[in-house]
């Protein structure tokens, strides 16, 4: 478990890193949950609810030991999205989750940072078989989901909303 005091680690993956959240998201991430497509993931949001849900990122890392990368082009720099393992209270327990914006989409890129999240998790936070939840509308997380190996498990409920919840298969043994 990473403590406190200690820095949100990076991973590198051929053409991503995965860094901690950062003031400078601030400006992409408001306008990003300003609009519809932000339901999914807690939003629409305005300026403020935003700032919260950005020092709330932080924040997990400190109380959970582990919490939600920023996804970051390694050449361009660009801020991709987000993905890592959240467990707030309202989850049933540790759940991958991952969220591009919609300029990123379609590059595979989702499936490389959920590949290197869902392994850190499993050698150095000893999370593994993590869960998804996924509205059963989002086709793209589905097909993810399922090319990340995950099965469905059962129908659930986050956060007030009716999902899916996918099991992720064991990283221990191929870690």
Request: hydrophobic share 40%; glycine share 8%.
């Amino acid at each position: 478990m990473i403590a406190m005091t200690d820095p949100i680690p990076v991973l590198d993956t051929q053409r991503l890193t995965l860094r901690a959240p950062r003031k400078s998201d601030l400006p992409t991430l408001t306008a990003f949950f300003e609009t519809e497509r932000s339901h999914m993931v807690g939003g629409p949001a305005d300026a403020n609810e935003t700032f919260a849900k950005l020092a709330s990122r932080i924040g997990h890392w400190a109380i959970r030991g582990h919490g939600v990368w920023h996804i970051e082009h390694r050449k361009t720099g660009d801020f991709l999205g987000w993905v890592g393992i959240g467990n707030p209270p309202a989850f049933d327990e540790p759940e991958l989750g991952w969220t591009l914006f919609a300029h990123a989409e379609g590059q595979g890129y989702a499936y490389e940072a959920a590949r290197a999240a869902r392994a850190y998790a499993a050698v150095h936070l000893d999370l593994d078989r993590p869960i998804s939840y996924i509205h059963a509308d989002n086709s793209r997380s589905l097909a993810l989901a399922a090319k990340l190996g995950a099965t469905y498990e059962r129908e659930g409920v986050v956060l007030n909303k009716p999902c899916q919840v996918w099991r992720h298969p064991s990283q221990v043994e191929t870690a």
